[in-house]
């Protein structure tokens, strides 16, 4: 096992995570069992006060959660490859970590969507005088913390099977991958035109249906359209991206790493790359689930999860924007540049 | 303006000591205070009355039951919604919690500071409501010089500086000589004719001298009644 202060860092704040999402789990089991808006009794009136601490408990795992991500991601891109023999970007240092790297970043990225939710639920609860989403956002936190225990178990594992005296093959991960090089052309069988075209027609198509989306925030299909497409349009851009469009990064072709984009020699591209990616998976659900969680509410809740369900898909738009920019623009520049693709 | 504040089957209890059981101060009140009325509570020390007025400003949370204002449970709200809801309330603390670092002129400024206005303005009305409770003098001095009297004149004046819906005082007049306190009555009574709600908590059996009051209410054993 590894004691290396920036994986310490991480666990610590992961288990001060756990720790507040469990403490604000105790609550959101008494919300569950006793919440009744309607009464006015000691116990319903100390429910509400909890539930305001809670809430802020939750903010604060969210944010710590989010913190230690970034920290981890960029640890394991920017530092622990120089300690890992063999490993040259956070391929490297996954493959040291064994089946716990990849499990702790799966579990991750869950409690980070459930968190998300959270908190634009959270939201809509804030602006309202009686917080009628209480109940709701009770239900999400404990739904989060078998996630976020899980995390914390591969976190833990992960640190565990780490071992800087054991060599990996960073680039044997990447390579191996395929045996000729019609192999590397493609993809699940496609060609790299195909899933370029599938790209290409997905992105306009969820361009056109989060300003849907955001223009017509009261009305439901819009996000429903936008949630299906952003669950399209996720594997195929990060297919796109890893098989294709990274190689205007590296310079090279059938690198097929979606590590190496955060190293500083590709001036960190993946970092907002990637976040892009992902406020793309957290907004678009949110997105549907608040318009399906206005049309269950009183008119005043109902304005605010409208509105928030039209933020939700303008930052999606945005955030496709801004994956759009980074990834096709250095492939354009490419092409301006020196009057060819990189593929020829 | 507001149309009423209201107590529904209020209780508040505290801690007793070190064990879990509680002592109710003030229990299942019903109590509504209609705006542009004056409404006086009295009773002995210690009988509840500052505890009642800041549950009805909702600087406490009631043990059980609600206050309402314009029929909306403001005392169940949540904290930043109670918050907002405050500005719109003025209260005249037993205790003056002025700003020692600051001037008289500054402290009465202080709500209205939040407020849209420019400095200017935040000036003038601060002169003026220190003019009418006979406190224009102090404007530049500091806290720090003050005798009891001219604190809480202050203190009054940062509470009414803003014209609130809802004015909270207690103990107003507990340092003021006659001529002040019905400088104060008259501004309160001013305040209600404008269609404020204005409840003054008091123990003082002269309030008479330099209060109209509207309505009188009396504190004891934890309930509030009318008084004889």
């Known amino acids: 096992m590894t004691r290396h202060p920036l994986l310490l860092a991480v666990f610590t704040t992961d288990i001060l995570t756990v720790l507040l999402i469990l403490w604000a789990s105790a609550t959101a089991v008494r919300i569950a069992l006793h919440w009744n808006p309607q ?30 991500t970034a920290t981890l991601i960029y640890g394991m891109t920017n530092i622990l490859p120089g300690m890992v023999p ?9 493959q040291a970590m064994q089946s716990g790297g990849p499990r702790m970043l799966i579990y991750r990225l869950m409690g980070l969507a459930i968190l998300w939710i959270w908190w634009r639920i959270e939201n809509v609860n804030q602006s309202q005088p009686e917080a009628p989403l209480v109940p709701a956002n009770a239900r999400i936190v404990l739904l989060a913390l078998p996630v976020f225990a899980l995390a914390l178990y591969a976190a833990w594992q992960a640190a565990l099977a780490m071992d800087f005296q054991q060599p990996v093959d960073c680039c044997a991960v990447i390579y191996d991958q395929f045996h000729s090089l019609e192999e590397a052309r493609r993809t699940l069988g496609a060609g790299h035109t195909g899933w370029l075209t599938a ?28 949630a299906a497409l952003a669950m399209a349009w996720l594997p195929i851009a990060a297919i796109a991206l890893v098989r294709v469009l990274a190689a205007y990064h590296y310079g090279v072709l059938h690198h097929h790493c979606p590590w190496c984009l955060f190293l500083p020699e590709h ?6 790359i990637w976040a892009a990616w992902i406020v793309v998976a957290m907004e678009a659900p949110v997105a549907v689930a608040l318009s399906l969680l206005a049309a269950r509410q009183a008119p005043p809740a ?7 369900a039209g933020l939700a898909a303008r930052n999606t738009l945005l955030a496709v924007l801004i994956f759009l920019c980074l990834t096709v623009g250095p492939a354009l520049w490419w092409r301006l540049r020196f009057g060819m693709w990189l593929t020829g | 303006m507001p149309t009423a504040l209201a107590c529904r089957n209020l209780t508040y209890a505290y801690p007793n000591g070190a ?12 109590a509504v ?12 020390s210690g009988a509840g009355k500052s505890t009642l007025l800041h549950l009805l400003a909702g600087l406490l949370r009631p043990t059980s039951g609600e206050i309402l204002a314009d029929g909306q449970p403001v005392s169940r709200w949540l904290t930043a919604h109670r918050d907002r809801w405050r500005r719109r309330v003025g209260i005249v603390f037993q205790q003056d919690y002025l700003v020692s670092e600051l001037t008289v002129l500054e402290n ?13 303005y935040w000036r003038e009305s601060s002169h003026n409501i220190l003019a009418r409770l006979n406190a224009v003098e102090l404007v530049g001095q500091s806290v720090s010089t003050l005798s009891g009297g001219q604190r809480q004149r202050v203190a009054t004046a940062r509470a009414l500086v803003d014209a609130p819906d809802y004015i909270l005082a207690d103990e107003p007049t507990a340092h003021q000589d006659l001529e002040n306190a019905q400088r104060l009555g008259h501004l309160l009574r001013q305040a209600a004719e404008r269609g404020a709600i204005v409840v003054v908590a008091a123990h003082d059996r002269h309030v008479d001298k330099w209060l109209k009051v509207d309505q009188h209410l009396s504190l004891a054993d934890g309930n509030l009644e009318p008084a004889p």
């Not at chain 1, 000691?42 to 305001?52: C, G, V």
């Not at chain 1, 063999?86 to 996954?94: D, H, K, R």
């Not at chain 1, 790209?199 to 359209?225: I, M, N, Q």
């Not at chain 1, 001036?267 to 907002?272: D, Q, V």
Request: glycine letters at 10%.
């Open chain 1, 39 to 68: 009464d006015t009794g000691a116990q319903q009136l100390r429910l509400q006060t909890q539930s305001e601490t809670a809430a802020l408990a939750v903010a604060w795992a969210f944010g710590l959660h989010l913190l230690a």
């Open chain 1, 86 to 94: 063999g490993a040259m970007c956070g391929t490297g240092v996954l």
């Open chain 1, 199 to 226: 790209f290409g027609v997905l992105t306009v198509a969820l361009v056109a249906s989060a300003v849907a989306a955001w223009k017509t925030a009261g009305r439901r299909w819009p996000h429903l359209l936008l």
């Open chain 1, 267 to 272: 001036h960190l591209a993946g970092f907002p």
């Open chain 1, 302 to 308: 109902q304005t605010s999860a409208c509105h928030q």
């Open chain 2, 19 to 30: 064990s879990s059981a509680t002592t109710a101060l003030l229990r299942n009140i019903d």
């Open chain 2, 33 to 44: 205070f209609p705006g542009g009325r004056v409404v006086l509570i009295s009773g002995k």
């Open chain 2, 108 to 120: 009465v400024m202080l709500p209205l500071i939040p407020r849209s206005g420019s400095p200017r």
